[in-house]
Nanobody
Framework: QVQLVESGGGLVQAGGSLRLSCAAS????????MAWFRQAPGKERDFVAA????????YYEDSVKGRFTISRDNAKNTVYLQMSTLKPEDTAVYYCAADIIGRTPTMRRSYDVWGQGTQVTVSS
């Protein structure tokens, strides 16, 4: 079956770093644009970062620019989110998503496949 599995979440102090991973299976990974979204309890799922199928184009939400880096390794069928200088407002469940068509990268409706999420908690 088609599956995206996130890992790497956890508890970190403000100013610290985490690297999230998303492992894909059941799809031709190199044909998909990939993205990270995040959702806090009772709030909407919001865009964080996206990367094109070959990794040549990246996109970031304004609040994470300069702090987060999205990357991918198509040989490993994995997309990463390196998060640095973390803030309490970064606390959320982080989701990985895949889009085979290449639609607007910041919109939830652009993505066909979603992972189950991984919790990131940043303490002050």
């Amino acid at each position: 079956q088609v599956q995206l599995v996130e890992s790497g979440g956890g508890l970190v102090q403000a100013g610290g770093s985490l690297r999230l991973s998303c492992a894909a299976s059941g799809l031709t990974f190199s044909r998909y644009a990939m993205a990270w979204f995040r959702q806090a309890p009772g709030k909407e799922r919001d865009f964080v970062a996206a990367i094109s199928a070959r990794g040549g184009n990246v996109y970031y939400e304004d609040s994470v620019k300069g702090r987060f880096t999205i990357s991918r390794d198509n040989a490993k069928n994995t997309v990463y989110l390196q998060m640095s200088t973390l803030k309490p407002e970064d606390t959320a469940v982080y989701y990985c998503a895949a889009d085979i068509i290449g639609r607007t990268p910041t919109m939830r409706r652009s993505y066909d496949v979603w992972g189950q999420g991984t919790q990131v908690t940043v303490s002050s």
